[in-house]
T-cell receptor, first 116, second 116 residues
Framework: AQKVTQAQTEISVVEKEDVTLDCVYE???????LFWYKQPPSGELVFLIR??????QNEISGRYSWNFQKSTSSFNFTITASQVVDSAVYFC?????????????FGQGTTLQVKP | DAGITQSPRHKVTETGTPVTLRCHQT?????MYWYRQDPGHGLRLIHY???????DKGEVSDGYSVSRSKTEDFLLTLESATSSQTSVYFC???????????????FGPGTRLTVT
């Protein structure tokens, strides 16, 4: 069965610190997609990234970077030099290719608090 | 930003009453989804639609029904609301390309429903 685990419920850092949010997934599909979403205090869900199972290249976007490792079934998200505006709930999600419907399985979310 | 609206944005209702939430999109996307968000559970899929009049159940579909008579509208109905259905409800859309699904979903602003 498919599952996404975000073991860190809450993380608190001081501004400018680097922080890594962990995501571990389970799936039997060989084709799947992994996502990160951000939910700021205002409540909307913001799409950050999608990664395909056949592309293990890590990605960097400004202060954000993602480390995808199939060997450990992990898709971790690092924020470099965190800022107060990064305070949010972050969700990791999985979509299995066999479903062909794009259904997302979400982790429980990690609440990140960045203190000034 | 994807053109997705949800109505109402907030609703308080009594146990046993029917409730309908509406999701409207202006993107002409094929796939639409309803999720609920509860503390400790992340987001869980209620129902989804892969075309007009084509719908299927998600992970937590009991007590909910959906309808999609037009591409742009996806309705979620609670036939007889219960306190356990107090939650934040999110609609999402996904673009399709050819026979497949693009997989990244864009979310509406959410509806906060309280059942007293």
């Amino acid at each position: 069965a498919q599952k996404v685990t975000q073991a860190q419920t809450e993380i608190s850092v001081v501004e400018k610190e680097d922080v890594t949010l962990d995501c571990v997934y389970e799936t039997r599909d060989t084709t799947y997609y992994l996502f990160w979403y951000k939910q700021p205090p205002s409540g909307e869900l913001v799409f950050l990234i999608r990664r395909n199972s056949f592309d293990e290249q890590n990605e960097i976007s400004g202060r954000y970077s993602w480390n995808f490792q199939k060997s450990t079934s992990s898709f971790n998200f690092t924020i470099t030099a965190s800022q107060v505006v990064d305070s949010a709930v972050y969700f990791c999600a999985l979509s299995e290719g066999s479903s062909n419907t794009g259904k997302l399985i979400f982790g429980q979310g990690t609440t990140l608090q960045v203190k000034p | 930003d994807a053109g997705i609206t949800q109505s109402p944005r907030h609703k308080v209702t009594e146990t046993g009453t029917p409730v309908t939430l509406r999701c409207h999109q202006t993107e002409n996307h094929r796939y639409m989804y309803w999720y609920r968000q509860d503390p400790g559970h992340g987001l869980r899929l209620i129902h989804y639609s892969y075309g007009v009049k084509d719908t299927d159940k998600g992970e937590v579909s009991d007590g909910y029904s959906v309808s999609r008579s037009k591409t742009e509208d996806f309705l979620l109905t609670l036939e007889s609301a219960t306190s356990s259905q107090t939650s934040v409800y999110f609609c999402a859309i996904s673009e399709s390309r050819g026979a497949g699904v693009l997989y990244e979903q864009y979310f509406g602003p959410g509806t906060r429903l309280t059942v007293t």
